[in-house]
């Protein structure tokens, strides 16, 4: 940042000659010029003061945060039905094929005799093909051309092996083999048993045995939230593992879901209505922010014409050439942060609407999009409280202290990751909470947080000394590195940055070129000098008409 000294020192010049400009400090257009740049910088209410200008931006971000944050918990409220509602089907198809689940809820659920892998397969045939009779649920077969889709169970193995761990020699195709038979609901039991007579299982060649079946059922819980219910498609898959070959055949039920519009329905009583409000309030959030993007681009991009309206006063009247910090102080980031929240705000009521005509089911993304718009508006206030100069001081600290945050914080990232990668390869094998480099990423994380030690240091399985020993230093060796080195300095950054501009408040220094221009113009927003248009002081684009 350079001294302004120089700046405020060239006052004592009345002329200055650049090329064939002849510029006079006194004019009357560089002290428009001075006071357009103040009111540039001005807050909404300043502007107000100064010229009467109403703050259409201020009021309509406000109006934002009230219909952004009312949009956002509608959409919730549908979303956690529809996430509670696939949660609670996955649970009941675990309890409905799988046999004795509730013995196995606090623990993975294996099987390790073939015996109890054949006869969990003909559990799960049998409870389907009886699901009618068994369920509470409204639950029916998925069906298509008007026929039900069978069950199908189907097992890869290898092409060819020949095992023998007595002598210790193998001979493997590692090419892999599909067998599958299918099971219709519409055939009896003892049919369906015959078609498997001849479906056998190799275990040594075995990969996995996954049985395929397709559910429809309707949520009719959204009823009592004056909403239309949604037809489901469950495509459930129940697995068999048994890739390790360890003698341990791990089984899962995964469901992957499709939402679509029902074709026939009537809700006795009901009438569009709602829908028509639900539709119009998110028509009329899609209308404020992209008024909002209006005027905010707008901003911007006048932002940036007087900054390239300042590079060539300052370089034709002083010779010199604008710091990058100076030039960014007319880019508003704000503005910058209300126009991604207003895309981003676009985007997810317009796909908030296909999903309320049932014409998309992207409640994920839509999500996505909306809780990330309601978080950068909410962000956005802080703005407004930065008009009052005692709670400035958090704004101002966090935009000096960015770059010097991210320098550090990439240093510490090396460490860091160093010691993800040790963690992983070394303590992976013997802890669950190293096992993959995702995990260790979280628990490494925690323990930078002061959470989880103890059970992080307890849960270490005996892989004998060497490994214990290197775990204790390699733990002990991390939490004292970052939680009394790293996390200090790193407080100790931010502090020390809160200083310097709690230093700059008290002492109202101008701390940049920018700022000591500006400083020199002592016009209050009350006095009425801003109250004259702006196509004189336009005319600082082409300087060598206006100054001289």
Known sequence: MEDPEPLLASRSEETRVTGHCRWTLGSKQVEDFRRRLKYFFMNPCEKYRARGRKPWKLMLQILKIAIITIQLVSFGLSNEMMVT???ESLTTFRHLFLKGYEQHRTGSYALYTKADVYDHIYYIINRYINLQNLTVGNLAYGSVNGRHTPLCVCQELYRNSSIDPGNGTFDIDPHIDKDCVSIYP?????????????FSLDFKRLLSVNIYLTLKTINLQTVRHHELPDCYDFHITIKFDNRAHSGEIKVDVENEVRIYECRDWNVEGASGKNDYLLLSFDSLVILAC??????CTRSVISGIQLQSEFNTFFLAYYNKIVSWSDRMEFVNGWYILIIVSDTLTIAGSALKIAIQTKYLTNYDVCSILLGT???LVWVGVIRYF?????????ILTLRAAFPNVIRFCCCAAMIYLGYCFCGWIVLGPYHDKFRTLDKVTECLFSLINGDDMYATFLKMRHGGYMVWLFSRLYLYSFISLFI?????LFIALINDTYETIKHHQQDKVPVSQLQAFIAECRDQPESGRYQTGEEA??????????FG
């Open 85 to 87: 509602f696939k949660d």
């Open 186 to 198: 519409a055939q009896p039991f003892d049919d369906n048993v015959a078609t498997l007579e001849n």
């Open 290 to 295: 992209f008024i909002s993007l209006i005027l």
């Open 373 to 375: 718009a309601t978080m």
């Open 386 to 394: 930065g008009f009052f100069k005692k709670y400035n001081i958090l």
């Open 484 to 488: 009394y080195m790293v996390l200090s």
């Open 537 to 546: 002081a336009a005319c600082c684009l082409s300087p060598c008409c206006c």
